[in-house]
């Protein structure tokens, strides 16, 4: 029972994962079609940029030292790194978009 409500949890947390990365993209996708980033305010992917460098530092960190010392239990899993890695990047992105265009 244990093993099916890990595997639940693994595959939903994967899906939440999946589904918040492909919510970033379309921003992406369409100031680079347009060529503006009329409307998008450069704070908000500062501080975006800001709050998931931070999660992905913890997070990662977190993981990291979990497989260090496997003694200490942590709640991170795989897909809570990989989703603060690529909110980060993707924030960046998109406040190199703000700065360029």
Same mark, same amino acid.
């Given at each position: 029972?244990?093993?099916?409500?890990?595997?639940v949890?693994?595959?939903? &947390?994967?899906?939440?994962?999946?589904?918040?990365? $492909?919510? &970033?993209? *379309?921003?992406?996708?369409?100031? /680079?079609?347009? &060529?503006?980033v009329?409307? $998008?305010?450069?704070?908000?992917a500062?501080l975006?940029?800001?709050?998931?460098?931070?999660?992905? /530092?913890?997070?990662?960190?977190?993981?990291?030292?979990?497989?260090k010392? *496997?003694?200490? *239990?942590?709640? $991170?899993?795989w897909?809570?790194?990989? /989703?603060? +890695?690529?909110?980060?990047?993707?924030?960046?992105? +998109?406040?190199?978009?703000?700065?360029y265009?």
């Amino acid at each position: 029972m244990v093993d099916a409500l890990s595997l639940v949890a693994a595959v939903c &947390g994967w899906i939440y994962t999946g589904a918040w990365a $492909v919510s &970033g993209y *379309p921003q992406v996708i369409l100031v /680079f079609r347009t &060529g503006s980033v009329e409307g $998008v305010s450069f704070d908000w992917a500062a501080l975006n940029l800001t709050g998931f460098a931070a999660y992905a /530092f913890y997070t990662c960190g977190s993981l990291l030292l979990s497989f260090k010392h *496997p003694d200490i *239990p942590s709640h $991170v899993e795989w897909n809570d790194c990989v /989703f603060a +890695v690529h909110g980060a990047a993707l924030c960046a992105l +998109v406040a190199a978009q703000c700065l360029y265009y």
